[in-house]
């Protein structure tokens, strides 16, 4: 027998949402929850498109600096745990102002118990 394919951990450019329309759509057409440090906006895509992230930071969470960390915080949580989604969807993460300074291990705790209480985590294949 032959073992399964490793679970690739990647996030290539084809996972992120580029254009504002992309955006638009996930916040128009899906749901959206709040928790801690974040704002989730989520929307289905259809079976056999693999999961999307876009990142949203205002000015409102700090300096050039602090925003650019943040959104490798919140690309990094995502990575990790986008094969665990019930599904391909489209992501919109928008950092709040509390997020600065925060470890990854909080972002990702934010991260995890939000999809949690939407019920958007699903069994790993």
Do not use: Y
């Not at 916040?27 to 289905?44: E, P």
């Not at 925003?67 to 949580?77: D, H, I």
């Amino acid at each position: 027998m032959d073992a399964p394919a490793p679970i690739r951990f990647q996030f290539p450019r084809a996972a992120r949402l580029r254009r504002s329309g992309e955006f638009a759509a996930v916040r128009r057409l899906g749901g959206r929850a709040v928790r801690g440090c974040l704002i989730l906006n989520w929307h289905d895509t259809p079976a056999g498109h693999r999961p999307r992230l876009g990142v949203v930071t205002s000015r409102k969470v700090g300096q050039a600096v602090v925003r650019s960390r943040v959104r490798r915080l919140l690309r990094e949580v995502f990575r990790r745990h986008q094969h665990d989604l019930r599904g391909p969807m489209d992501v919109v993460l928008v950092a709040r102002p509390s997020i600065a300074g925060k470890a990854l291990a909080d972002v990702e705790r934010d991260f995890l118990a939000v999809l949690r209480g939407q019920a958007l985590l699903g069994v790993r294949t």
